[in-house]
Antibody, heavy 121, light 113 residues
Framework: EVQLVESGGGLVKPGRSLRLSCTASGFTFGDYAMSWFRQAPGKGLEWVGFIRSKAYGGTTEYAASVKGRFTISRDDSKSIAYLQMNSLKTEDTAVYYC????????????WGQGTLVTVSS | QSALTQPRSVSGSPGQSVTISCTGTSSDVGGYNYVSWYQQHPGKAPKLMIYDVSKRPSGVPDRFSGSKSGNTASLTISGLQAEDEADYYCCSYAGSYTPHNYVFGTGTKVTVL
């Protein structure tokens, strides 16, 4: 069974940093691209970024709203994906979801339960 | 990229059919056959219901179906059941190295009367 468990959320002041982790199980983590999405309270879903598998260079892409502030990385030996968030703004307040990208098509097929990040002074 | 346009809400009685539209542009919905639909119950993570416009993942009831015409995709729920009451989001691929690889719809609340 595919499982994705996010951790590291919490309350942080504007301008500070936070790192989220996503621990995966139930599949060969290194074979898959991984994404992060977010959902502000009472709002819709927003793509944050993703990291390709090492077979495809392990490269990353980011939404314009977080580019230059957020960094996604992965540790295939531990089956963990990370989201490093710097220079946080109040508008970054959201539930952050870790997801797995499908192997054979362009969609995200499994989601973690999410972790809440609150940016407030 | 702007969000894809969905109706705010749709409703139907048990056993009826409802259809949710999702309108984008030629840069997203119209440009790729990579439209997905997600179901989200309150306080829960989204669940993939449809991908590649009309394909269902294993375990998703065949009451759920998807289609696309031009820049508009649609999700139809036939034989509506109480557990189908949830928020539904469409999602389209919008190309690599663009401001948003994935663009989401505004979300539709499905109410089972």
């Amino acid at each position: 069974e595919v499982q994705l468990v996010e951790s590291g959320g919490g309350l942080v002041k504007p301008g500070r940093s936070l790192r989220l982790s996503c621990t995966a199980s139930g599949f060969t983590f290194g074979d898959y691209a991984m994404s992060w999405f977010r959902q502000a309270p009472g709002k819709g879903l927003e793509w944050v970024g993703f990291i390709r598998s090492k077979a495809y260079g392990g490269t990353t892409e980011y939404a314009a709203s977080v580019k230059g502030r957020f960094t996604i990385s992965r540790d295939d030996s531990k089956s963990i994906a990370y989201l490093q968030m710097n220079s946080l703004k109040t508008e970054d307040t959201a539930v952050y979801y870790c997801t797995r990208e499908a192997m054979t098509t362009v969609t995200t097929d499994y989601w973690g339960q999410g972790t809440l990040v609150t940016v407030s002074s | 990229q702007s969000a894809l346009t969905q109706p705010r809400s749709v409703s139907g009685s048990p056993g009826q059919s409802v259809t949710i539209s999702c309108t984008g542009t030629s840069s997203d919905v119209g440009g790729y056959n990579y439209v997905s639909w997600y179901q989200q119950h309150p306080g829960k993570a989204p669940k993939l219901m449809i991908y590649d416009v009309s394909k269902r993942p294993s375990g998703v009831p065949d009451r759920f179906s998807g289609s696309k015409s031009g820049n508009t995709a649609s999700l139809t729920i036939s034989g509506l059941q109480a557990e189908d009451e949830a928020d539904y989001y469409c999602c389209s691929y919008a190309g690599s190295y663009t401001p948003h690889n994935y663009v989401f719809g505004t979300g539709t609340k499905v109410t089972v009367l």
